[in-house]
């Protein structure tokens, strides 16, 4: 009897020749994309993978280069640079050390249907990419940056946003500060944050003025937050985020309204390294261990692809507050 009569047969595995007569191509094809190599068209990578999936059938990691895809919202300006863009270089590093391969999909619903992949780190996400990366779920692992609505079962690995909160309003609050003010889009992290922030005020028995703390959408101007909380008599503002939101505000403040930082008003941001230090003045910042964070979701991813149902699912990792000279 032949190989490929034997190979056939019912109750044995299915192997790539199966495959091939399947979906219609060669052995070499199916290689190729099991392999994650190039020179295979979309639409012939997608019918291997979806025939794939229906054999059950997988290349031994051991004879295969293990690929993840690291994705970021393409809708976010930080996919280039600030905070998504710094997480996704430490996340291909912390890859790179251990010989893993890894994707950077420009446009993730068009590129992930057509690989082959190990897993997934998805470092910011809205609707749409959620939705998408749920259907992944059903047949690799997902670890998510930064997600604190989490469901049950999934697996993040987070910064103290929570704890990032408390320590801003704390450290306003011992110099004296009491109209504090807080900016930040509408989103889970930046509600965490809040949580924390309010949580020190209480404890200060401070009231918080509503008009104060702004959680907005990312449509409305960030010159017109700041103006508003400028208004209403802010003496203080936390702005959270290492994407440059602490130095745009800071701008604005200066150059634009005239006003001096901290003398007239105090100001602590996100850490953004090498460049929160150099700003006129220094910048206070709460800085998110992003590179600690890289590791510890690749050794989680890992641990997943490996089968290890002993993992931790969540992990939050502290923050540190950096003292510096924009908050007298």
Known sequence: MSPNKSESRPGKRATIYDLARLAKVSPGTVSRVLNNRDKVKADTRERVLRCARELNLKPQASVRARQFAILSEPTFTDRIEGYAATLTAHL????????????????PFEQLPGSFLDGVVAVTYEHRLLALLEKLEARMPVVYMDRFEL????????????????????HFLARGRRRLAFLGADVAPFRERLRGYRKAMEEASVQPDERLLLLVGREVSNLSVITRVVRAG???????????QAIECLHVLSYVMGIKVPEQISLIGGENAGISALQNPPLTTIEEPLKEM????????????????TARKNLILPVRLIERDSVA
């Open 234 to 244: 802010a003496d203080c503002i936390f702005v959270p985020g290492s994407s440059f």
């Open 151 to 170: 469901p049950e079962g999934h697996s993040a690995v987070c910064s103290d946003h929570y704890n990032a909160g408390y320590l801003a309003a704390r």
């Open 294 to 309: 890289a590791e510890k979701a690749v050794a989680m991813i890992e641990r997943l692809t490996a089968g290890d149902r």
């Open 92 to 107: 291909s590093f912390a890859f790179s050390r251990r010989n893993v391969g890894v994707v950077l999909p420009t446009d």
